[in-house]
Nanobody, 125 residues
Framework: EVQLQASGGGLVQAGGSLRLSCAAS????????IGWFRQAPGKEREGVSV???????????LYADYVKGRFTISSDKAKNTVYLQMNGLKPEDTAVYYC???????????????WGQGTQVTVSS
């Protein structure tokens, strides 16, 4: 069974930090790019960051402009887990954060083969 288990969300004050985790199972982690996407109330889901460490290919990391310099994505292949370190959080970062896995082109478009259940991030001003 394919699973993407997102965790690490919570309530934090503006300027604070959180680290999200996405634990993957049920598929070959090495064949997929794993990304973080978010959806705020009343808004479309949008891409945040994606990482690809596929075997036989160059590593790729992508960041949306609105998180560059504040968020860092990383991957631990031994644990089949992708992390999103979020620093300098702003109220506009408030959203449900989802992790997704794609076997296709690495991109920030919220179109993935598999999705996790989401974790709430709330940033107070």
């Amino acid at each position: 069974e394919v699973q993407l288990q997102a965790s690490g969300g919570g309530l934090v004050q503006a300027g604070g930090s959180l680290r999200l985790s996405c634990a993957a199972s049920g598929f070959n982690f090495d064949d997929y790019a794993i990304g973080w996407f978010r959806q705020a109330p009343g808004k479309e889901r949008e891409g945040v960051s994606v990482i690809s460490t596929r075997e036989g290919a160059d590593d790729i990391t992508l960041y949306a402009d609105y998180v560059k310099g504040r968020f860092t994505i990383s991957s631990d292949k031994a644990k089949n887990t992708v992390y999103l370190q979020m620093n300098g959080l702003k109220p506009e970062d408030t959203a449900v954060y989802y992790c997704g896995a794609t076997s296709g082109v690495v991109h920030l478009v919220p179109s993935c083969d598999y999705w996790g259940q989401g974790t709430q991030v709330t940033v107070s001003s």
